[in-house]
C-alpha cells in the first residue's frame, strides 16, 4: 500500500504523510521519517521511466530543415526524452538531398535505433523532420516508428490572404472588422512567423499575398518617389453599405480629415520595404514559395500624383506600374507573380484586347527586365487563354493559369470541378492550373468532412492542373476577434479551425493519408481530456459539417461572392439583403454538376407526371438536413453528458454544432416551404398552401433558436462582401416570409 501511494508523491504532496498519521497516530515521528525516506528514494527511482537520449546529426545551414528540427527539439523537450550530443538511445540523422526521390517528396529509414531522413530537396527533407517530429509526439518515443515516404500529390498547395496595410492602401477587403482588427498584425513579423509555421507544418508550400493598391506601403519607385507612404495609418470611422465590394470606392478624401484616422507607427519606406523583405524572407524560411497577387488599376495612394489616374489609356499610369513592378520584382525576393485584370479595369468587351495589352505592357515588360535571364524557379499566374497569348507565348519563363474550381462557393457535395470548363479547355498547350479555391461559405463555425475533402481534392489532380490556393475574399482568416468573450479573441483563425486546414493541407499532399492518422492528431491535439469525449466532439464536428454540403447542392445561390452568405442566408444589402422565400419557390440554381434538382425544376418534372427521379429532390434534401441537425443535436447531447475533464476549445467546437445543427433545420424548413409554395402556385391546391405556412412557421423557430445560439457567442461583424452580419436582424424578414404565403396570388411561371 506505501508502494502504491508514493508512485503518485509529487512535489507538495503530502496525502501520503496524512494517510500514515492516520494508521500510525502514535508513531515516532524520527522512526516515521527513518522509514520513509528510503521507501520513497526506492519508489521515485523505481517508478520514474527512464529517458530516451536522442541525438539528431545535422551540420547544413538550411532555414528550412533548422526551423523543422526545432519543432523535433520542442517535442523532445515535452515528451519523456533528452536531447543529447553523445552516447544516444536513438539517433536521427539528416542526409543532403537526393533528387531522385522528386520535388518535396522524403524518406526516412530505420535501422535498429539509427533514423536518417533524406528529401529530393531541402523542402522535402523539411517534411521529413516535420513527420519525425510529429510521430514522436503521437508515440511518445521513437521506438514505434518505422520507415516511411511520402511525395506531393498536388505541386501547388496555398494559402491565400488579403492584407490591408493602410488606410491609404486598402485591401479588397478593407471596409471588413476581420480586417481592419489584423491591420496592426501585418506589420509584426511575429504573426507572420506563427502563420508560415503552421503553414510548412501542415504541408502547404505557397503563400498568396493579395492586394489592389499596395505598392505605396511597400516601396519607392524611381521617378515617382512621391507616390511611396511615410507612417502607417488607421482608419477610426465606420464603413457603410455604401462601399463596393470591388474595391473601387474602398479610399475617400474624407478619409483623411482631421479625427478620422491616427498613425499607429512611424514608418519610413525604407523600413517599410525592408519589413515585406523579412517577411518574404521569412516565409521562405519556412520553405514556402511567397506569391505576390495584384489587381488593377487601383491608385488611391498614387491618384493625382504625377499625372497618375486609374484610366488604362493614361500613359503616365502604365509608366508608373511598369516602373514599380520592376523595381519591385528586384527588391522582392518573390517566386509567382500573379497579374489580374481587376474589377477596376471594367471596359466594353469589344476592348478587352486594350487591357491585355496593358497588362503586358505592365507586368510582362517588368517580368522581362528583372526575371528573365537573371532568376530560376519563377512562375507568372495570369488568365492565359489561346486568345492572349500570342503577347505572352515569348516569355521565357514558367507560366500558370489561375482559374476558379468552384466558383466562390466551394463546398457542395460534388467534388468535380464544375466551373470555368471553358477556360480549361482554352488553355495554351503547356500551360497548367493553379486553381483558386474560394471560400466564402462559412467563416464563423468549425468544419470538417473527412471523406468529401478527400475526394474533393483527388479530383483537383489533373492533365491540366498542379494545384490550388485556398482562401476567402470576404473575410481576413489571420487572427480572430470575432468572439464576445475576449479571452478567446486574439488567436490564430487557423487554430480553431485546425481540422480544415489540415485536411486541406495533409490530403493535398498526400490524399491517402489515413483517416485513423487524422483522427490520432484531434486526439492529440486533446490529449488533456478523455479520449472518449474527444471522439464524441470530432463526429459532431464531421456530422455538423455535413449541412451546408448537402443544402448547397440542391440551392446554390451563386454568381459573385457579394450574392450569397450561407451562414445567414443573405447577399449584401445592395443586393437585396435576406434572401426570402420568393428567392426560393421559383430558384433553378442547384448546383451545376451536382447530383440534385433544383426547386424549380423537381416542380416541372412534378407538374408533368414525373414520380420517379434521377437525382435528389429538394424534399429529400430537407430530410437529409434534418438528419444531419437531429444526428448532430444527439451527438452534442452526449458531449455534455459525458463525464470527465474538457476544455474551452472542445467546448466551443461542440457549440458551434449544435448552433449549425438548427441553421440545418432552418434550411429544411425553408426548402419544403418553398416546395409547397411552388406547388400551390402550380395547382393552386389551398393544402399546399397551409403546408407552405406551417412549414415557414417552423423555419422561424429554427432561425430565431440559431440567432439565439449565434449571438451568445459572436459578435455582431460587418463583413466585406456581406456588410452586418447579425442574424437576429433577418428575424423580421423570416416573418415576412410567413405573410407572404399568406397573401400569395398564383400565377403563371
Not at 479588397?172 to 502563420?195: K, P
Not at 495612394?301 to 523595381?327: C, H, L, M, P, V
Not at 525576393?333 to 497588362?359: C, H, R, S
Request: with cysteine; net charge neutral.
Amino acid at each position: 500500500m506505501l508502494l502504491k501511494i508514493s508512485t503518485q508523491l509529487k512535489p507538495g504532496n503530502v496525502e501520503l504523510i496524512n494517510i500514515k498519521r492516520k494508521k500510525k497516530a502514535n508513531m515516532n515521528k524520527k522512526l516515521f521519517k527513518k522509514l520513509l525516506l528510503p521507501t520513497m528514494l526506492i519508489t521515485m527511482l523505481t517508478s520514474c521511466k527512464e529517458k530516451e537520449k536522442i541525438q539528431i546529426l545535422y551540420d547544413g545551414s538550411d532555414k528550412p530543415i533548422l526551423n523543422a528540427i526545432k519543432e523535433v527539439k520542442r517535442v523532445i523537450k515535452n515528451s519523456n526524452m533528452e536531447l543529447v550530443d553523445s552516447n544516444p538511445n536513438y539517433t536521427i540523422k539528416i542526409l543532403d538531398s537526393d533528387s531522385q526521390l522528386g520535388k518535396e517528396a522524403y524518406k526516412i529509414t530505420r535501422n535498429d535505433s539509427k533514423f536518417s531522413i533524406c528529401g529530393g530537396d531541402i523542402v522535402g527533407t523539411m517534411y521529413g523532420v516535420y513527420q519525425i517530429a510529429e510521430s514522436i509526439e503521437l508515440n511518445g518515443s521513437l521506438k514505434s516508428v518505422q520507415s516511411q515516404s511520402e511525395s506531393p500529390y498536388l505541386l501547388d498547395r496555398g494559402f491565400r490572404l488579403n492584407p490591408h496595410l493602410d488606410l491609404r492602401t486598402p485591401s479588397y477587403t478593407a471596409n471588413g472588422d476581420s480586417t481592419r482588427n489584423n491591420q496592426e498584425n501585418v506589420w509584426d513579423l511575429d504573426f507572420w512567423d506563427g502563420l508560415f509555421s503552421m503553414m510548412s507544418k501542415l504541408r502547404y508550400n505557397i503563400f498568396e499575398f493579395a492586394e489592389t493598391c499596395a505598392l505605396p506601403s511597400m516601396l519607392e519607385v524611381p521617378g515617382y518617389e512621391d507616390c511611396a507612404l511615410e507612417d502607417i495609418y488607421y482608419y477610426t470611422g465606420e464603413y457603410d453599405d455604401s462601399y463596393y465590394g470591388n474595391s473601387t470606392n474602398m479610399f475617400r478624401n474624407e478619409h483623411l480629415n482631421e479625427g478620422n484616422y491616427y498613425v499607429f507607427k512611424k514608418m519610413t519606406i525604407q523600413e517599410k520595404t525592408k519589413h515585406w523583405q523579412d517577411v518574404i524572407q521569412l516565409a521562405h524560411d519556412y520553405g514556402l514559395k511567397f506569391m505576390f497577387s495584384y489587381m488593377n488599376i487601383y491608385t488611391f495612394a498614387e491618384n493625382g500624383k504625377y499625372g497618375i489616374t486609374s484610366d488604362r489609356a493614361n500613359e503616365t499610369t502604365k509608366d508608373y506600374f511598369q516602373k514599380a513592378f520592376t523595381k519591385f520584382l528586384e527588391t522582392f525576393d518573390i517566386d509567382l507573380l500573379k497579374v489580374n485584370a481587376g474589377e477596376n479595369m471594367d471596359y466594353p468587351a469589344d476592348t478587352k484586347f486594350i487591357t491585355e495589352q496593358w497588362i503586358y505592357d505592365v507586368y510582362g515588360k517588368a517580368v522581362e527586365k528583372s526575371i528573365v535571364g537573371k532568376k530560376d524557379n519563377f512562375t507568372l499566374v495570369y488568365n492565359f487563354n489561346n486568345d492572349n497569348w500570342p503577347l505572352w507565348e515569348k516569355l521565357n519563363i514558367t507560366k500558370k493559369a489561375s482559374t476558379r474550381y468552384a466558383d466562390t462557393h466551394m463546398y457542395s457535395k460534388c467534388t468535380k470541378p464544375t466551373y470555368s470548363q471553358e477556360t480549361r479547355n482554352n488553355l495554351p498547350a503547356g500551360v497548367k492550373d493553379l486553381y483558386n479555391l474560394r471560400n466564402e461559405d462559412a467563416y464563423h463555425f468549425t468544419w470538417a468532412d473527412v471523406e468529401w475533402s478527400r475526394e474533393f481534392i483527388k479530383n483537383m489532380k489533373q492533365e491540366k492542373s498542379d494545384g490550388f490556393c485556398l482562401g476567402s475574399a470576404g473575410y481576413f482568416m489571420g487572427k480572430e476577434y470575432c468572439f464576445k468573450d475576449e479571452s478567446l479573441n486574439g488567436g490564430y483563425y487557423y487554430n480553431r479551425h485546425f481540422a480544415n486546414y489540415t485536411i486541406f493541407g495533409r490530403f493535398s499532399y498526400n490524399p491517402d493519408f489515413p483517416t485513423e492518422y487524422l483522427d490520432s492528431l484531434v486526439y492529440n491535439r486533446f490529449k488533456d481530456v478523455n479520449k472518449n469525449i474527444v471522439d464524441i466532439a470530432w463526429k459532431a464536428m464531421q456530422s455538423g459539417s455535413r449541412w451546408l454540403l448537402e443544402f448547397q447542392n440542391t440551392y446554390y445561390y451563386g454568381g459573385t461572392d457579394s450574392s450569397w452568405y450561407p451562414e445567414t442566408c443573405q447577399s449584401h444589402p445592395n443586393f437585396g439583403g435576406y434572401l426570402g422565400i420568393k428567392r426560393f419557390y421559383n430558384a433553378d440554381n442547384a448546383y451545376l454538376g451536382g447530383d440534385a434538382l433544383s426547386i424549380a425544376e423537381y416542380a416541372r418534372l412534378v407538374k408533368q407526371g414525373v414520380t420517379q427521379f434521377d437525382k435528389t429532390t429538394p424534399l429529400e434534401t430537407a430530410e437529409n438536413l434534418h438528419k444531419i441537425a437531429n444526428e448532430t443535436r444527439s451527438l452534442v447531447a452526449d458531449y455534455n453528458k459525458a463525464k470527465g475533464k474538457k476544455s474551452v476549445e472542445l467546448n466551443n467546437i461542440v457549440l458551434d454544432q449544435e448552433t449549425i445543427s438548427y441553421l440545418s433545420d432552418f434550411y429544411a424548413y425553408k426548402l419544403k416551404s418553398a416546395v409547397a409554395l411552388r406547388f400551390y402556385n402550380d395547382t393552386k391546391d389551398v393544402s399546399k398552401q397551409s403546408e407552405a405556412k406551417e412549414n415557414a412557421q417552423k423555419a422561424l423557430e429554427a432561425w430565431t433558436k440559431y440567432s439565439e445560439l449565434f449571438l451568445n457567442r459572436f459578435k455582431v461583424e460587418r463583413f466585406a462582401r456581406m456588410g452586418i452580419v447579425d442574424p437576429s436582424a433577418y428575424i423580421n424578414d423570416v416573418k415576412k416570409d410567413i405573410t407572404t404565403i399568406e397573401k400569395w396570388v398564383c400565377r403563371e411561371l
